[in-house]
DNA sequence: CTTTTATGGTGTACTAAATACCCTATTGTG
DNA sequence: CACAATAGGGTATTTAGTACACCATAAAAG
């Protein structure tokens, strides 16, 4: 397939004889804390928007990574020691207005992963997330707040028709638990019965027999996720008021 | 915000001076022809795959592109004429085996055409697809090919709960020619009557006072879409067997 | 030590929106 | 003129939700 002059094209190919974009990849790593969803965000000690807020990324290291869901998984575990996160690909946004650099791609990720499971970092801090996944703290650097409120878009959307919220609870919790999840992740009030029915139903939890726990009142059964799949499809979207 | 020593530091940065990976979009642009899927496919002129087949794509033009949507309706324009289709992102691909250049990321988008609007260019042709999204005809470029099944497969499932078939339509269509559409999208046969219900309801479609189409039976009424919305969401998935 | 209260857990009536199946109308064709 | 084929639409049934009521249990209050 490869003819002796597709090879000497190779061989004189240099990307840097081209105008390219800058490519990198952020981060939205999303966790629940004091009712409110959280976004990590992280003080930046570079050049540009030194000093400011912004979610974890940065350059595909092309000696290093395979493929870019590695770059975000390293990006990941260098801030939060996840290895194994709830991880999907929000799209990629590019513009010559993002970046004072230039011309720059960013490939955006989000991850789910359990508050109590992560040691900040100093300069690293939850900052939580009002009902319209605008971040109440600071203006971030670039275009990360753009980013975030995608990403919690995209997670809000995908808790009407899946078993997302799962990925922010420990491996062991009650089914008030995850019904509380959704209910912050929605931003509304869900029905008790039909909740637990349509958790239930599917194959995505199962109970911890002779296991339960403590709670201000009566004591709760245990759960803890089954099934393999990393989502649970359902045909009908759920109702939040 | 910008001081003197961050002015500094972006006069200086040079992005020749790192390791970058190649950036690119590719499109995958739809249409049905012959009660099947179709795919938009042109024989690459250049190196490398020179004389394969592949789907529309290309760098990013950062002079002339202000964003990477712009990118991609660029090269769409330039194969099918069209200015204002349904476009969306797929996502990125990126990795160091896709480009015999070097590490490539490639951000994917998916069109929908009328494929009656399109005039072919020498070397570029339809070509249909089988019920998993393969294309039927000859191996692709890259890992176009998978591109495409993964595109196909984004297409299917959001045929099932929302009104994307719309886009393959021209402006007049029959509520018949409509439901063939997804059904061909979907693989299976809908239900009449309740296909109907389901799209006159929503604000997706108004009748054309007065005008039909004759059949090879009796005349069909004629619609148009309307809302001004891209696509009209469900709140149920549609049952295709 | 009894009562209150908050939450855990479950059952039932109602409802929305599908599927499944049926019927009638219209028009071209043998 | 009967018949085939598609347009268009009606109704029963099913599925999976919501709404709401009810009992159980353990901590806290009196």
Same mark, same amino acid.
């Given at each position: 397939?490869?003819?002796?002059?597709?090879?000497? #094209?190779?061989?004189?190919?240099?990307?840097?004889?081209?105008?390219?974009?800058?490519?990198?990849?952020?981060?939205?790593?999303?966790?629940?804390?004091?009712?409110?969803?959280?976004?990590?965000?992280?003080?930046?000690?570079?050049?540009? +928007?030194?000093?400011?807020? @912004?979610?974890?990324?940065?350059?595909?290291?092309?000696?290093?990574?395979?493929?870019?869901?590695?770059? @975000? %998984?390293?990006?990941?575990?260098?801030?939060?020691? +996840?290895? @194994?996160?709830?991880?999907?690909? %929000?799209?990629?946004?590019?513009?010559?207005?993002?970046?004072?650099?230039?011309?720059?791609?960013?490939?955006?990720?989000?991850?789910?992963?359990?508050?109590?499971?992560?040691?900040?970092?100093?300069?690293? %801090?939850?900052?939580?997330?009002?009902?319209?996944?605008?971040?109440?703290?600071?203006?971030?650097?670039?275009?990360?707040?753009?980013?975030?409120?995608?990403?919690?878009?995209?997670?809000?959307?995908?808790?009407?028709?899946?078993?997302? @919220?799962?990925?922010?609870?420990?491996?062991? #919790?009650?089914?008030?638990?995850?019904?509380?999840?959704?209910?912050?992740?929605?931003?509304?009030?869900?029905?008790?019965?039909?909740?637990?029915?349509?958790?239930?139903?599917?194959?995505?939890?199962?109970?911890?027999?002779?296991?339960?726990?403590?709670?201000?009142?009566?004591?709760?059964?245990?759960?803890?996720?089954?099934?393999?799949?990393?989502?649970?499809? +359902?045909?009908?979207?759920?109702?939040?008021?």
């Amino acid at each position: 397939m490869s003819t002796k002059q597709e090879k000497e #094209f190779l061989k004189n190919y240099n990307i840097h004889d081209y105008d390219v974009p800058l490519t990198s990849v952020d981060i939205v790593i999303f966790s629940i804390r004091n009712e409110q969803v959280n976004v990590l965000i992280f003080k930046r000690n570079d050049f540009p +928007y030194k000093d400011n807020w @912004a979610i974890p990324g940065g350059f595909i290291n092309i000696k290093r990574d395979k493929n870019i869901e590695q770059t @975000a %998984l390293r990006k990941l575990k260098e801030k939060t020691g +996840y290895t @194994a996160p709830y991880l999907e690909q %929000l799209g990629a946004t590019g513009n010559n207005k993002r970046d004072p650099r230039g011309w720059s791609v960013t490939v955006t990720y989000f991850a789910l992963v359990n508050a109590e499971e992560v040691e900040l970092d100093e300069d690293t %801090l939850w900052c939580p997330l009002d009902n319209d996944g605008h971040i109440t703290q600071s203006k971030l650097a670039f275009d990360h707040s753009e980013l975030i409120k995608e990403a919690f878009q995209r997670l809000r959307s995908k808790a009407q028709y899946t078993t997302i @919220a799962l990925h922010v609870l420990p491996e062991k #919790f009650t089914l008030s638990e995850l019904q509380k999840c959704f209910e912050i992740i929605l931003g509304g009030k869900l029905n008790k019965s039909g909740f637990r029915r349509r958790i239930t139903k599917g194959n995505v939890v199962e109970e911890i027999k002779g296991e339960s726990k403590q709670t201000t009142t009566r004591m709760a059964q245990l759960y803890r996720k089954s099934g393999n799949e990393e989502l649970h499809f +359902y045909m009908r979207e759920i109702y939040a008021r």
